[in-house]
């Protein structure tokens, strides 16, 4: 019986820190990708985001957002290559912004969506939730996906797992 | 290895249709996950289980349309689930739900949902289908067409 939900590659940032998480190549075995990632960076914040890029593309991006910061009303913004909020240096110690990315149709001939679901946390008054409907207005197959911290490096721990998922 | 992640069935559609089902689910697996991607025309894609058109289905949501404040409603005793809402022909909505427990006989029915449409809005949905009735049947229905090219594909879930 097939697998239909496989791990292509996991990357854990070490004790250097990391520019960027990458996962390069992409083949086109699957259907859906499934990416899993728990970051943060060493940024002198509480938090931060996390940016992506697909195939080194860092443009015709573009979306919609819907997100919380645990108080008020959430707020509902427009996204270009946002793909979810990390922890920083200053959140409390050893916690991390979690964030699940969904590519559907990663390697078809249409233009690619994908969905994020993303949390960050900290002991203090100010935490985020957020989902969000992103679309990269591009065909091409996706072979390449890279996260990127807006402002610093990830940390050591930061981990993202990758996961193939077969409709046949 | 056991597998604990399968395709049940998958449809893409080659024609605008008004429909989409799978039938017959099998109890074999603990959840169940549908994945949906393509364009609808303007309106609603609703779905029943169980081909049950009776008045049992309720829902709340939470959502965003890119601007503003987020916003949140729901729907009760109403004859069909309200899965999402396309508000231009063509749009791209990408919705994946989970159907938690689904072949028990014990409890009703939960769904947790997602939707997303670039070009229109985001949310998450949660719904009740009020029947202790395993699910054995799924039907989708655009309002008025499902478009040509897209996909829906149902997964099941072993817990062991």
Redesign the interface.
């Known amino acids: 019986?097939?697998?239909?939900?496989e791990k292509i590659a996991t990357a854990t940032v070490g004790s250097g820190g990391a520019a960027y998480i990458e996962f390069t190549p992409i083949a086109g075995d699957w259907?859906?990708l499934a990416l899993y990632v728990s970051t943060r960076t060493t940024a002198s914040a509480v938090g931060g985001n996390d940016i992506i890029s697909l195939n080194g593309s860092s443009s015709s991006f573009?979306?919609?957002?819907?997100y919380?910061a645990g108080s008020g009303?959430?707020?509902?913004?427009?996204i270009t290559t946002w793909a979810g909020f990390n922890d920083a240096n200053n959140a409390t110690a050893s916690t991390f912004g979690n964030s699940s990315i969904?590519f559907?149709?990663y390697a078809g001939s249409?233009?690619k969506?994908?969905?994020i679901?993303t949390v960050s946390e900290t002991n203090g008054t100010t935490t985020y939730m957020g989902?969000?409907?992103?679309?990269w207005s591009n065909t091409a197959a996706i072979t390449t996906i890279r996260l990127t911290p807006d402002s610093g490096n990830y940390a050591q721990y930061s981990t993202a797992t990758l996961y193939g998922?077969?409709?046949? | 290895m056991t597998v604990t992640y399968e395709a049940i069935a998958s449809h893409t559609l080659v024609s605008d249709q008004t429909q989409v089902t799978f039938n017959p689910i099998a109890s074999t697996w603990t959840d169940l996950v549908l994945v949906k991607t393509g364009g609808q025309s303007s309106g609603n894609m609703t779905m029943r289980f169980n081909s049950d058109s009776g008045t049992n289905y309720s829902g709340t949501q939470v959502f965003g349309t890119g601007s503003g404040s987020g916003s949140s409603d729901r729907y009760s005793s109403q004859g069909t689930m309200y899965i999402n809402y396309s508000n231009a022909t063509g749009n791209s909505v990408t919705t994946i739900m989970n159907i938690m427990n689904y072949a028990n006989t014990t409890t009703n029915k939960t769904v947790l949902l997602r939707n997303n449409d670039s070009a229109f809005y985001v949310g998450a949905y949660v719904h009740l289908w009020r029947s202790t009735a395993a699910i054995t049947r799924i039907d989708l229905f655009g309002s008025p067409n499902l478009l040509s090219g897209s996909t829906f594909t149902l997964y099941g879930i072993k817990a062991e």
């Open positions: 019986m097939a697998t239909t939900f259907t859906d573009s979306g919609r957002r819907i919380g009303t959430p707020a509902s913004d427009t969904y559907p149709n249409t233009n969506s994908y969905s679901d989902l969000a409907a992103g679309l998922i077969k409709k046949a």
